[in-house]
Structures are given as C-alpha cells and as structure tokens.
C-alpha cells in the first residue's frame, strides 16, 4: 500500500468543503487547518481568472518531519499516511521547520503538532478521508498509487501532474492535476495587506509574542495590519452589524496577479533560539579556548579564572537548556528527548552531547573549586586537568556545532542549509567565549598568557567571522528562491538596520577598534555579545517570515 492524493484544479470550485469536512471529522481547533484552499487572482479587472490550489500535508515519501522529531511523535505508517502522535509530542515544533509545505501546525487546545493524517482512523475501516467524501466536483482523489487498478493511480498515469517543490527531495504523494505555476508557488506572488479578500494580514514577528501571531480571522480591533493601519471594525467598511469578516481594500485582482485568500500561518521559533545559540556559543566557547591554549601550551594553570570560567560555562549551559525547554510547547515532558529518543534527529544528538559536556564541564568546575577552598591539594586534580580538557574539546566543539546539522534538517528553511553553518558556530563561539572572557577581565586578573590568548582570540574572530558572513553567507549566490529572499531580508529588508548598524557596525567593527585602545575589554566584550545576538535574531527569524504555502 501508499496513499497519496490527486487533486485536480481544472474542477475544483473552491468551496472550501474539503476544509470544513476536515474540521469537522477532526475536531480542528479554529485558527488552524489541516487542509485549505489558497485562492489566486490573474489578469487585470474586470478580466480576471481565479485559480485555486487546496493544499495539506504531501504525505511524503521521504518525510523530513519524521527524520527531525525528536519522540517520533511525527512517524510513517507502512501504507505511506504520514501520522502523528499527540500523546508523545514534546511541541518542540521542529516539524514545523522541516516541512517545506506548512502542513503542520501546533494544536491550540494540546499544544502539540498536528497536521492531515489522511483521516487514518477512516482509513483503517475501509472508508475514504472525509474530504474526498464531500468534494462536489470529484476534485479530491484519495487511494493506493501502487495498484494500477484504483482511480488516482490510473489519473496519475494518464494526467500531466506536477507536485509542490520537487526539488526538496522529500518525493511528495501529492500530485496536482492543472497545477497553475501563480498558485502552485508561494512565492510566486507578493503579497500586500490590502489584497485578502476576506481578512487582513497581521505581521508574523516576535512583537505578536512567543506563541506567535494571532489568525487574521480572531484578531481583536485595535491590532494593526502588516502595512501598519490600524484594523478597521467591520461597520466601517460597510457591515452595520459587525462580525469577523473583512473585505481588503481597493479591488480585487486590480493588479494582474493577486493572491485574495490563504491560510496564514505562524512563525514558530522566537526570541529564545536566537538567544539559546548566543548562550550555547559562550559555553562552548570559554572551553574551547581555555582548553585548547593549555592543552597546547600556551598558558600555564591559573586556579582562579579556570574555576571562574567553568562556574560560567556550566551557568551558561544552564540557561541554554532554560531556553530550549522554555520554548517548548509541552515543557513539562522535555525529558522524553532522553527517555524515548529518536536518533536520526539533531535535536536528540544535540541534548546528548549537552549533558555530555554539561557534566564534564562541572567535574572541571568541582576539581578547580576543590582547589581554591583548599579542600584537595594541587597536586591531586593537576593530573586530571588534561584528560578533562582532551574529552572536553570536542564536546565543547560539538555543542556549537550540532545546530548547524539541526537546521540543517529544517528542510522548509532554505537558508539554514548553508554548508558554511558548522564553520560559522565554531567562529561565533570564539567570539561569544573570548568576549565573555574579556568581560570577566574586568573584575578578576586572568594573568598575562591568558589575556594574551583572549585578546588574540576576539581579534581573530571578529575578523574571521565577518569574513565568513559576507564572503560566504551573504556573498556567494544562494542554491534557491527562498534562501536568496531570507538573506535580502536580512541584509537589505526588515532586517538591514539590526544587521549592519547592530551587528556589523555595533557588533564587529567597533569592538576590533577598541582592542587598540585603552577602553576597558568589557566595552567591547558586550558589544560583541549584543552584536551577536542580533545577527542570530536575524539569521532565525527572516527564513521563517519566507511563505511556504
């Protein structure tokens, strides 16, 4: 067996009952869709072509939602149908980053992810799901593609059909009849406040709060639309008796193509990712660079700042597993990341080698600890600081690394696949750990070798990682659509301002001049902080904000 779906967009009429009987045999929240029907105008009024797309999980043959999960709460049925167990997620929505569909959403009510499941539960019974029931037009095909004796599989043979981003490699079972290339691809078609036929655009930033953005339909009066006017009440756009429904100004497909009705979905990492890289660089970084001038002979034994520095490492640690378990939509059940693991995904890797080098850095802290309250001799951790500081190394290298290969799973951000990624966290570390350690300078005497690796270290990697952001990640041309329009965001769009005057300029340029002066390393030590953490605002949030649908 392997279901998979026809729809034919020569008869659909966009009725949207395929979306109401979704809702309906699956109790879907208002504010989320399983599957909807996305609306495009072409030509110029009053000549206008309405074309329609319905569109839902692609059931794929190579599913990069089940390869992310963390609890395979998100797996694949023998007979193909994607599914999805809301009783294991932890609603850690990395699902949400690996479909390039935006198929799945996170359950209002649960909080957990949830997406088409090919109505399973009729499946089982020999039934059909409930939208291929209620199609009036027989638009919707629903069935085995490998018995050529069924209906979608002979319509898949004797129809031209496309299906959605092939080029994903996650070989989609959800084949389009008449596909129209203005529908067919998000990002085909800009999209305006003013051109929904039936609500207004709210922005889908980090200022609509952690969750994310409130659906155009339930949005309270008062909010302002992506443009920035304020929403309008229904009785001052012709509607005496109010309600949810809104008309967008001007007319209809006044431009020659015009998307007027789609589903809207939320952005799904905010703030705390972003801050959990910044934390999780400052952590590795203070080992990797302690650890390997001492290993290497450059510096001697300096009790105090390697207590101080593991007490920080080991307090930064903390914080990054603050941040993630925060950001999940189910904290309380983070701990099935260790008990129920799902070894293909990153974030299991991930949380592994966070407790790995989590505790090594505290054997370090408690041997240097030991030390300076005179509870044990020198003599007695001297022989253990090399092994700890050779185990050490590359844990420390792998906790800033693993999220490259993280967001590398994260097939429905384009941006995030930059083969660069591994080299990049490994500099921002640098940079995060010497930064840190520039500031601990100020309060505590880290010794003339130490400061001289620091100060090296900083410099090196200011210059290091500019070089790697604008000759590499910004500078060579980018493999798709997505990912070129994700780093204009960042560089020329909403981002432009954080990322040159914040990072760049804030955060790289001035630092490197106030190493040759005598400001106190705190100074730039903070800006550097401050200035990586806004470029890793930018580098999360602009591949999110590109459509997917």
Known sequence: MNYGFVINNDTCIGCHACSTACKSENEVPLGVQRTWVKSVETGQYPNVTRNFQVTRCNHCSNPPCVRICPVT????????????????????????????????????????????????????????????????????????????????????????????????????KLYYIGGDDVAMHPTAVERTPDSFAWADVLSLHEGDGHRGAIPAELTAYGKKSASGQALRRPEAQGDPKGGIIQIGEGRMAEQMTQVVWNAQHKVPWHWPVPAYLVTKGIASGLFMILGSAFLFGLIGVHNHVFMASSFLSLLFLTATTALLVFDLERPERFLRIITRPQWRSWLVRGAFILIGFSGLVALWWLGELSVWMEWLPEASVAPFRTPIMWIGLPLAIGTAVYTAFLFGQAEGRDLWQSPLLPIHLIVQAVLAGSAMLLIVGTFLDLGTDISSVVRASFIGALGVDLAVTFMGEFGMSHASESAAKAAHMIVKGRYARSFWIGSTLVGHILPFGLMFTGVPGIVAGAMALFGLYLYERAFVNAPQEIPNS
């Open 73 to 172: 709460a998100m797996y694949q049925r023998d007979d193909g149908i994607v599914e999805f167990d809301p009783d294991a997620c932890i609603g850690c929505k990395a699902c949400m980053q690996a479909c390039p569909y935006d198929a799945i959403y996170i359950d209002p009510d649960s909080g957990t992810a949830a997406k088409c499941h090919y109505c399973a539960h009729k499946v089982d019974l020999g039934l059909e799901p409930a939208c291929v029931v209620v199609c009036p037009e027989h638009a919707i095909l629903a069935g085995d593609l490998d018995d050529p004796t069924t209906e979608i599989a002979q319509a898949v043979a004797r129809n031209k059909v496309t299906v959605r981003k092939p080029e994903q490699g996650t070989a989609p």
